[in-house]
Each structure stands twice: as C-alpha cells, then as structure tokens.
C-alpha cells in the first residue's frame, strides 16, 4: 500500500493567515492526489484533485501544487469557514489511501 | 444534484455481517463515468477506503478486506450495497458511500451523509 504522510497533524493560524499543509507519498503517485475539507460530523468535501485542479465551486483561494511524492495544499487567506480538517489522498494504485489528517484551528 | 443516502442497521453483533445499501438518486449509476465507492471513519480518526463497484459488476476492493467484504450493484433499484462479514469492534465506524469520477484521477467528489454502524453485543 501507499502511505501517505501529512504534516504539520495539526495547526493553529488566525483569519486571514496564509496555510500551508504538506503530503508526502510513500513511492511516487504522479499528479493522483486529492485534497478534502471535513467539518465535524459532516461528510468530507472534495477541493483539488489532480494535484493542482480546483474542483467546481470551490474557492479560488484554495490551490495545489507537487507532482511525484510530495505535495502542498496552500489556502492563501484564511476564512472563518476553512478551520477544518484536511486529508489528502492518492488514487495512483489501489488501494486508494488517506493521510492521516491536518486539523486545522483557530488561534 | 446527485445524492447519496446510506441506509442499514446501526447496530452489529460481533461476528456477524454488516449490510449497508447506498441509493443514489439524481443520476444513473449505470453511467459509465463513475465508480461506487465505500469508504469508513472510525470515530476520531482518518478515511479508510473499502472499495468500489463500476455498473457492469467489477469491483475493486481493500486487499485488506478483501477477504470479508462484498459490494454489489443494483442498476434496477439504482443503489449498490456492502457487505462486511464476521465484524468486531475494531469495524466500527461511519460509513460512507460516495461517488469516484471514472477515466482519469479518480476523485471522489460527491459522499453519502454517512451513517455509524456500532458493533457490539
């Protein structure tokens, strides 16, 4: 299985702050990562797949970037609405795999 | 809109087999551009990927699990179904039933609510 790795595991910034949150894979998965949003007790909510693709109605302010192992998921000004937590995941090989998780909080 | 709606006990015996049926509705799931997925969140803690099902019957699973799941899709009823045999505690969690976009990269990108199968006597 690929692991996948997030750091930091967790995170406190202030709005308007820049973040940003690292992935790091196991053995290369080429641009096959996502990023997901998760609010307590809600399904997770796609933001970016193929590395660096924003998905639909998604805010411009969230942005991708990497490509073989390591990856970043940058939100450039923090909202009220972003403290959250944050999981990567590849789908390079099967079994698909998560990160461990970024919760991110206010300061 | 395509939505996703998980049903099933809540409540498992240890040992025994935990069923879950995802009903889809504002879309086919005999689209060819999608794969049905499960997907589990143990409470507290990270996603764990179970597997999922394309509309002709391929499935694709968590060699992890292979050995106790099942997933299976219903075209007709338009919903798809896990089945997770000889639980124990450590299956605990809420599970989710989600949609992965076919073709290339695979994101997930429309879930289920989720719902909490305890698993206890």
């Known amino acids: 299985d690929i692991q996948m790795t997030q750091s930091p595991s967790s995170l406190s910034a202030s709005v308007g702050d820049r973040v940003i949150i690292t992935c790091r894979a196991s053995q290369s998965i080429s641009s096959y990562l996502s990023w997901y949003q998760q609010t307590p007790g809600k399904a997770p909510n796609l933001l970016i797949y193929a590395t660096s693709s924003l998905q639909s109605g998604v805010p411009l302010r969230f942005s991708g970037s990497g490509s073989g192992t390591d990856f970043t998921l940058t939100i450039s000004s923090l909202q009220p609405e972003d403290f959250a937590t944050y999981y990567c995941q590849q789908s390079y090989s099967i079994p698909y795999t998560f990160g461990q998780g970024t919760k991110l909080e206010i300061k | 809109q395509v939505q996703l709606q998980e049903s099933g006990p809540g409540l498992v015996k240890p040992s025994e087999t935990l069923s879950l049926t995802c009903t889809v509705s504002?879309?086919?799931?005999?689209?060819?551009?999608?794969?049905w997925s499960w997907i589990r969140q143990p409470p507290g803690k990270g996603l764990e990927w179970i597997g999922y099902?394309?509309?002709?019957?391929?499935?694709y699973y968590n060699p992890s699990l292979k050995s106790r799941i099942t997933i299976s899709v219903d075209t007709s009823k338009n919903q798809f179904s896990l089945r997770l045999s000889s639980v124990t505690a450590a299956d605990t969690a809420v599970y989710y039933c989600?949609?992965?976009?076919?073709?290339?990269?695979?994101?997930?990108?429309?879930w289920g609510l989720g719902t909490l199968v305890t698993v206890s006597s």
């Open positions: 099902i394309y509309y002709s019957g391929s499935t």
């Open positions: 989600a949609r992965a976009v076919s073709g290339t990269y695979y994101p997930i990108d429309y």
């Open positions: 504002g879309g086919s799931i005999s689209s060819g551009d999608y794969y």
